[in-house]
């Protein structure tokens, strides 16, 4: 196990940060800590790297334990939401700051730095200064930086928070490919379920200050712990007083044994998916049923406002 | 070059900032350059060399550059601990730290006459002695440093000094290389106030310095003697070498901070 995680405790104040915290990391994997804001996750990564204490419990990285060593000793190599630059150092001097202070000879270092460069994709930018570069050069130059040091463990810290969208599936994809090539132990914080989903080979799900779950993002989506987990995960709608996913309720024309009869209050569409609000027949006061069905789908179906229609649960959920 | 951008609301704008600096400040320093030498270059030199006059001189200078040095340490030291640290009594301190310029120089010299003076209830008496001297300059330099540290301070980021310390540069290793390249141009602009204001200090030193020629007359004073003398020349000749000698620092403090903050 990379990163050992026991019994910590954190409290802000009054506010209990987190609460009795046990994890294990494994080595050479991709891991997400994924909640909502302030739900303790940042923290729980701040604690890892030293830059925070616990109140109580320990930690232990590659074997070590860290649980009392100061952030300069762990070799943790660290990612901030928002870069955290050295404004006045080039991109270059950036990246080889660490191997400086670790007193490398000179010749290595700019072998080192030459390659991570061109690793994150910013050889032609080494010169530069960072306010010259965009969000996500930038982010990968804090990246290289982390990695120049040949961390034992990688913290990135909601790396791509503040890069707009497109940038930031761009960063995501690259991120994963870079973990491929360098498998350095990894554990990223998100608020973004599908971020965590498409990237991480583990998910640990935060919230108030609790681990509600731990898995593969198969295993989180198909088999959620609880109803935070599930609801947390992607979007749900209650359907005869049970939580499921809109899109696993099917629409029928006619009357079909165990389907419960509705009308489709509403339609929007949203891209290649339609999403319909049905209110279920007997039960105007409650609040519609969600259902995502595929354009194809809906225009097969021939779905209209007003029209009533039939929801059962997909078979294999039965 | 830039193309010609001037619309009428900027020209009139500029017109009046060139105006304004001209009456002010152009026009009277160029004055100041042509009575000094109204008697010749000759009789320029002749003042400057004068042995009381250049030990007033160089009195001042010296004075100023160790206050402005002073400032750079213990008013970087004060504006970190207004800006980083929490502690009882620092709103009060915050406002405090102004009062050397609120105060009227010469009330700051009759404060630091009454408290360091022949009566002094310290039983230090500074009058009349270059650390007097020395005193009263670092009292009315006091807020200039402080005060341009300290916004820049607030300003920097924390998480740059805690990238540093992940990987693995100690305090002192962060201070040096990370925070202070960001400080130094603050730090330069503080320490040329200081600089600028204590070479030209009158108020706080006509009571305490004693205007003892050789021993601790300043340039400024040196100036009121000239002029109760009826020399206005000599008095437009010191005045010229505060000028030249303060714009020179300037603009090597300048350089120096150019230098130190792309170094990192």
């Avoid at chain 1, 499921?244 to 419960?260: K, M, N, S």
Wanted: hydrophobic share 50%; proline share 5%.
């Amino acid at each position: 196990m990379s990163i050992t995680v026991s019994g910590i405790n954190k409290n802000f104040g009054d506010f209990v940060a987190l609460q009795d915290i046990n994890l294990e990391i494994p080595s050479g994997q991709l891991t997400a800590l994924l909640g909502p804001s302030g739900g303790g996750k940042s923290t729980l990564l701040r604690i890892i790297a030293g830059l925070e204490n616990a109140d109580s419990g320990s930690i232990t990285i590659s074997g070590q334990e860290a649980t009392h060593l100061p952030a300069q000793k762990r070799n943790v190599g660290f990612v901030f939401q928002h870069y955290a630059a050295f404004k006045h150092m080039s991109v270059a001097k950036n990246i080889a700051f660490g191997l400086e202070i670790r007193k490398l000879p000179k010749a290595r270092i700019k072998e080192k730095v030459d390659s991570l460069l061109e690793l994150v994709h910013l050889t032609q930018f080494a010169d530069r200064l960072p306010a010259q570069l965009s969000g996500g050069q930038r982010q990968r130059m804090a990246l290289a930086r982390a990695l120049a040091i040949e961390p034992s463990v990688l913290l990135l810290d909601e790396p791509f928070g503040a890069l707009d969208a497109k940038v930031r599936k761009e960063l995501r994809d690259w991120l994963r490919r870079l973990h491929d090539e360098v498998h350095v132990t990894t554990l990223f914080v998100t608020h973004d379920q599908e971020e965590a989903l498409e990237v991480s080979d583990n998910i640990v799900v935060i919230n108030q200050g609790r681990v509600e779950q731990v898995g593969t993002p198969d295993e989180l989506y198909d088999q959620p712990a609880n109803d935070f987990v599930l609801g947390f995960l992607g979007p749900v709608t209650e359907f005869q007083g049970r939580l499921v996913r809109p899109h696993d309720l099917e629409v029928f024309r006619q009357e079909v044994p165990g389907a419960v009869a509705g009308r489709i209050a509403r339609s929007t569409r949203v891209g290649f998916e339609v999403r319909l609000e049905v209110e279920l027949n007997g039960s105007a006061d409650a609040a519609p049923v969600n259902v995502v069905v595929t354009r194809g789908e809906a225009r097969a179906l021939g779905l209209t406002v007003g029209d009533t229609v039939f929801l059962g649960l997909q078979a294999v959920l039965v | 070059m830039k193309p010609e951008t001037l619309t009428r609301p900027a020209a009139a704008g500029l017109g009046l900032a060139l105006l304004w600096f001209s009456v002010l400040v152009l026009i009277p320093l160029a004055a100041i350059v042509l009575s000094s030498t109204a008697g010749g270059w000759q009789q320029f030199i002749g003042t400057i060399t004068d042995p009381e006059t250049f030990a007033a001189l160089r009195l001042t200078v010296l004075q100023a550059l160790g206050a402005a040095l002073v400032n750079v340490v213990v008013g970087t030291t004060i504006a970190w601990v207004l800006v980083r640290d929490r502690f009882p009594g620092k709103a009060v301190l915050e406002v405090i730290i102004d009062i050397p310029f609120a105060l009227p120089t010469i009330v700051a010299g009759l404060v630091l006459l009454s408290l360091y003076g022949p009566e002094s209830p310290l039983g230090i008496n500074v009058v009349n002695t270059q650390q007097g001297i020395f005193l009263a300059l670092l009292f009315v330099t006091l807020p200039f440093v402080v005060r341009t540290v300290q916004p820049v301070l607030i300003e920097l980021d924390q998480d740059v000094e805690e990238a540093a310390a992940s990987l693995g540069a100690g305090r002192f290793t962060t201070f040096r290389r990370v925070l202070l390249p960001a400080l130094i141009p603050a730090i330069t602009a503080g320490a040329s106030l200081a600089f600028a204001r204590a070479i030209s200090e009158f108020g706080a030193l006509v009571l305490i310095s004693g205007n003892t020629p050789f021993e601790t007359e300043v340039a400024s004073l040196k100036i009121l003697k000239f002029i109760e003398g009826d020399n206005r020349a000599g008095a437009a000749s010191v005045a010229l070498v505060l000028l030249v000698v303060s714009l020179v620092v300037l603009v090597a403090l300048d350089i120096l901070q150019r230098k130190v903050a792309r170094r990192g």
